[in-house]
Nanobody, 122 residues
Framework: QVQLAESGGGLVQAGGSLRLACAAS????????MAWLRQAPGKEREFVAA????????HYLDSVKGRFAISRDNAKNTVYLQMNSPKPEDTAVYYC???????????????WGQGTQVTVSS
């Protein structure tokens, strides 16, 4: 069992920066594929970024490529999402998610955090 807790959300101006963190419990964190997803009001939850257990593989939603960066520190059981130059359309609740089977790109994950609100003002 893995429990995920996001932090770092808040209000940020367009063009600024924000770093989200997701702290995980459990000894098997380092073997899981991790991801960030988001859900804006009235929209379906969408994939944002994923990272493999080693950090050697990453994948991004096209609209965030070059602006967002996912990383992980297995020694700290933490995964991060660095958000640079955010745009108002990035406003959403951001969720951290884990996949037991490893690196995965999609919206079906085994464990989810509670979410953290990110609001980007213009």
């Amino acid at each position: 069992q893995v429990q995920l807790a996001e932090s770092g959300g808040g209000l940020v101006q367009a063009g600024g920066s924000l770093r989200l963190a997701c702290a995980a419990s459990g000894r098997t964190f380092s073997t899981y594929g991790m991801a960030w997803l988001r859900q804006a009001p009235g929209k379906e939850r969408e994939f944002v970024a994923a990272i493999s257990w080693s950090g050697g593989s990453t994948h991004y939603l096209d609209s965030v490529k070059g602006r967002f960066a996912i990383s992980r520190d297995n020694a700290k059981n933490t995964v991060y999402l660095q958000m640079n130059s955010p745009k108002p359309e990035d406003t959403a609740v951001y969720y951290c998610a884990a996949k037991r089977s490893g690196y995965y790109i999609g919206t079906v994950y085994d464990y989810w955090g509670q979410g953290t609100q990110v609001t980007v003002s213009s």
